[in-house]
């Protein structure tokens, strides 16, 4: 029999990162279908590690295997994506992405993130303009710490 540690190891390396891929482009609002699917190979593999029936309460197992759900990564992922991308640490040929925000104009103390205004729904809630809105909920204190504590932060938000 294989220990429980090493099945949730196992499926940490080899599974879910096939589940996280490309998380920031099907992470929409109307893909619901498609996210509870990917969300449903990780409950039953929950349940194939820990051996226990259909119907378990998903929270409490991803609680007994310090598995966080993959929407709470996505969220978590899309937002330190962004936070690289705020502060000039991602590839340049993404910055003429959003041509009119400056980001040499900003300070510190000065933080503002610009709305975008989309003309359709599949633009308002494509990668960008969704990480906008869901990165102004955040304390700007917190956005504006650096990359490793702001990611620790976040960590700590989603796991169990």
């Known amino acids: 029999m294989i220990p429980r540690n090493s099945l949730v190891t196992i499926y ?3 599974i879910r990162p096939h589940l996280d891929f490309g998380d920031f482009i099907y992470d929409k609002p109307n893909n619901n279908n498609l996210v509870q699917n990917i969300e449903a190979i990780q409950y039953n593999a929950a349940l194939a590690i820990t051996g226990t029936i259909k119907g378990t309460s998903r929270d409490r197992l ?16 899309k937002l330190l994506a962004f936070h690289k991308y705020f502060t000039n640490k991602s590839p340049s040929y993404l910055y ?19 709305l975008l205004k989309t003309r359709t729904d599949a633009f308002k809630y494509s990668y960008i303009p969704n990480s906008i809105q869901e990165c102004k ?17 976040l960590l700590k938000a989603i796991r169990p």
Not at 62 to 77: A, H
Not at 98 to 105: A, G, K, Q, R
Not at 107 to 114: L, V
């Open 12 to 14: 940490k390396s080899f």
């Open 96 to 114: 003429s992405i959003i041509p009119e925000v400056n980001l040499e104009s900003r300070t510190r103390q000065n933080q503002n993130i610009p």
């Open 62 to 77: 991803y609680q007994e295997l310090g598995l966080e759900s993959l929407s709470s990564r996505r969220w978590s992922r």
């Open 137 to 153: 909920k955040i304390n700007v204190n917190i956005r504006n710490l650096p990359f490793t504590i702001f990611k620790n932060f």
